[in-house]
């Protein structure tokens, strides 16, 4: 790490644990307020601007097989990206 090169100042590992503890709790704000657990998730939260439709996203999803959850939204993402680039690209270029 960056904070224990012996360029650094003495007081720099101590920064970089102060650092974390404050990305720690950003992250637990952040999960807290989207609302995802080990075993559930749920959409996140969002308040409309004024004219938006308010549409209830659903609720909570039991999530049972992280791994193969994960893979799908892997594979789904993939054929996202590529029916991107074919839009992009054009016909015969890939």
């Given at each position: 790490m960056s904070c224990h090169d012996e360029t650094a100042p003495p007081s720099a590992p101590v920064a970089w644990l102060r650092d974390f503890a404050d990305a720690r709790t950003r992250l637990r704000d952040w999960v807290a307020t989207c609302g995802t657990r080990l075993d559930r998730d749920r959409p996140t939260r969002r308040t409309p601007w004024p004219g938006?439709?308010?549409?209830?996203?659903?609720?909570?999803?039991?999530?049972?097989?992280?791994?193969?959850?994960f893979d799908e939204f892997v594979r789904h993402d993939v054929l996202r990206r590529r029916r991107v680039r074919s839009l992009r690209d054009g016909p015969g270029r890939s």
């Open positions: 938006e439709s308010d549409d209830d996203a659903g609720g909570e999803v039991e999530m049972t097989d992280r791994e193969r959850d």
